[in-house]
């Protein structure tokens, strides 16, 4: 039962190991919908991309998503509005729109139970938030609707709504699309020296190398380790719980979300700074006992996405200083709709065409806010605690996490097994021992 729903029931084409010294124009680190979507772009333009895998495809984060397909990122744009201007607010909104069309466009001819659904972002308290929302979107050119009585069970003061965004199956999305792509899984990335790319088995020469693992490793540049953290949230698949008429997501960080598959509901809580006491199934699971108190949990698992300094994502050249190096991270928990901008911008990027939206997403973008103070304050004491096992990725303190029974890094978010097995990166290896 602690699998993610996507994951049931399904078959996804397996590909090689790496066994030979590669050379390509494009490699792809990373087989997650970002790297996927990604490289099928590139190949779609016709440029020679190879993507490795450490494990097998889809089994990171993209196994534990929701799978909502929508431009609204909580309330997102009166954060962009205020702190980048109409212009940048304009973009994202753009950019997200069109990936959404993009997911519409493909997924035509796709059997991915893509369905067009209307987005809601509730609040519990907060109603001149979401006003304030409205107001954003409206300047930018964007009809939302505020609406006053959500159809969940629980006291909001409203939510704002975008019409026609959509969900589906993210698996049955991507086993398609991997068809004719070139991948090789169990092909571990130990190391990027320049344009050589150092594997478990074997080393891959590349022109152009897109880092798409989630939370990069490479600490040499661009400072991901001050510029991302991780939360992570606790998921049940509940049958016999609510037909809802759309999908919906709290304004808050720790709130609850809400989407059905078929005839299952998913529920979503109990988030927390990985590493970090909180969350769980606990609440969520109260939850489901007192307002769905008829449902049975069919499917249960947990999973943590990446968080930016400003909660736009990172899709863009790594650093100032990599010319030939790109990334796709630091998705919020959006990362479905990040992922087709990702391959968007890169595709274009790497076959030498501007895009309009890159300036909005580059990594090399302001880190002046005051989530970099967390971050920072986070990795000191952790660093500096003379206790416990030490994370392999920058020497921090882990915390033993009694619910998963996993040793969880507060600074970056990496996670092992009790027994010292890499479970999330940015850690590129296991605990020694
Ligand atoms: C609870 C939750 C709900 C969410 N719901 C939504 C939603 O409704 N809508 C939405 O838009 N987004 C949602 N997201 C976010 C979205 O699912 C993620 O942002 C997205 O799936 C991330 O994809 P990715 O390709 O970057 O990462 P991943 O899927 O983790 O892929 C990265 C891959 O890189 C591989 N890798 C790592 N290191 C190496 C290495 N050294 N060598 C080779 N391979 C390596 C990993 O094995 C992994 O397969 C949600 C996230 C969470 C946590």
Redesign the pocket.
Known sequence: MNESIWLDNIEIPEFPKLNYEAKTEVLI???????ILTAYYLKNKGIDCIL????R?C????A??????TAQHGLIYADILKSDGKDKAEMYLKANLSALENYKRLCKDIDCDFELKDNYVYSQSDRSGLEKEIGALEKIGYKAELVDTPNLPLKTVGAVKFLNQAQFHPIKFIKEIVKDLKIFEN???LEVDGKTVVTNCGKIKAENIVV???FP?INTHGSYFLKLYQHR?Y?LALKGAQKLDGMYVSDSKTGLSFRNYNDLMIL?GGSHRTGKIGGSYNGIEQFARIHYPQSKIQYRWA???CMSLDKKPYIGRYSKNTADMYV??G?N???????MVSAMILSDMISGKTNEFQEVFSPSRSILKPQLAVNGFEAVTNILNPFGKRCPHMGCSLKWNKAERTWDCPCHGSRFTDDGKLLN?PA?GNLKS
């Open positions: 680190i990373g087989g997650g919908i970002a790297g490795v895998e450490k494990n495809i089994h990171g984060v993209t534990g998503t929701t799978a909502k397909i092909t571990f990335v798409a693992i989630h490793f949230s998921a979503i999973t943590q996405d796709a991270s998705f928990k959006w990362g479905i709709t990040g992922a990166n590129n």
